[in-house]
């Protein structure tokens, strides 16, 4: 069974970091990208970012590039999402995905 698990989310002020991890298993992880959606409230689903399956491609929305930074660690099936500079529009639950499958995200606030 293919499981995709998010935790690290949480309430922030803004200016402040959070790092988001994703722990997968049932599927062979390395040999697969991985990407971030975030879904803010009232608003649909965005992507955030992505990895290739060996972590050389990383890729960001343009509304993150150079806040956040995406990165895996192949030995222990996890995906990472550092998170820098928060500000409130970063609000929403973030989603980790592969091969179609999603985990069932998790929620980061930014507020004062």
């Known amino acids: 069974e293919v499981q995709l698990v998010e935790s690290g989310g949480g309430l922030v002020q803004p200016g402040g970091s959070l790092r988001l991890s994703c722990a997968t298993s049932?599927?062979?992880?390395?040999?697969?990208?991985m990407s971030w959606f975030r879904q803010a409230p009232g608003k649909g689903l965005e992507w955030v970012s992505g990895?290739?399956?060996?972590?050389?491609?990383?890729r960001y929305a343009d509304s993150v590039n150079g806040r956040f930074t995406v990165s895996r660690d192949n030995a222990r099936n996890t995906v990472y999402l550092q998170m820098n500079n928060l500000t409130p529009e970063d609000t929403g639950v973030y989603y980790c995905?592969?091969?179609?499958?999603w985990g069932q995200g998790t929620q980061v606030t930014v507020s004062s």
């Open positions: 995905s592969s091969i179609g499958y």
């Open positions: 049932g599927f062979n992880f390395r040999t697969y990208s």
């Open positions: 990895i290739d399956n060996d972590g050389r491609r990383t």
